[in-house]
């Protein structure tokens, strides 16, 4: 089993920046994708980023060139920066986790409003 913690989340002002950690511990896989999803509300989840054991980062159009994806592999840590924070990004978001052979995680999620 893993378990996974997101932190990070906030109020934030338009245009302002946060960065989310997750933290996973447990039955930890050298081999993996973390990523972050993220649901509004009224909305489905969706993709905001993900990162690979080999570093090969993908995004969602929506925050390409605002968000950043990040590891560490020492600390089993994986951040997402978000820069130029829009009203739209306003979401719960939640960190995952799939190893090789299929299992897969997920955090609490943290709270981000996007607000003034």
């Known amino acids: 089993q893993v378990q996974l913690v997101e932190s990070g989340g906030g109020l934030v002002q338009p245009g302002g920046s946060l960065r989310l950690s997750c933290a996973a511990s447990?039955?930890?896989?050298?081999?993996?994708?973390m990523g972050w999803h993220r649901q509004a509300p009224g909305k489905q989840r969706e993709l905001v980023a993900t990162?690979?054991?080999?570093?090969?980062?993908q995004y969602a159009e929506s925050v390409k060139g605002r968000f950043t994806i990040s590891k560490d592999d020492v600390k089993n840590m994986v951040y997402l920066q978000m820069n130029s924070l829009t009203p739209e990004d306003t979401a719960v978001y939640y960190c995952?986790?799939?190893?090789?052979?299929?299992?897969?995680?997920w955090g609490q999620g943290t709270q981000v409003t996007v607000s003034s």
């Open positions: 995952n986790r799939v190893h090789s052979g299929g299992s897969e995680y």
């Open positions: 447990g039955n930890i896989f050298s081999i993996y994708t």
């Open positions: 990162i690979t054991n080999t570093g090969s980062m």
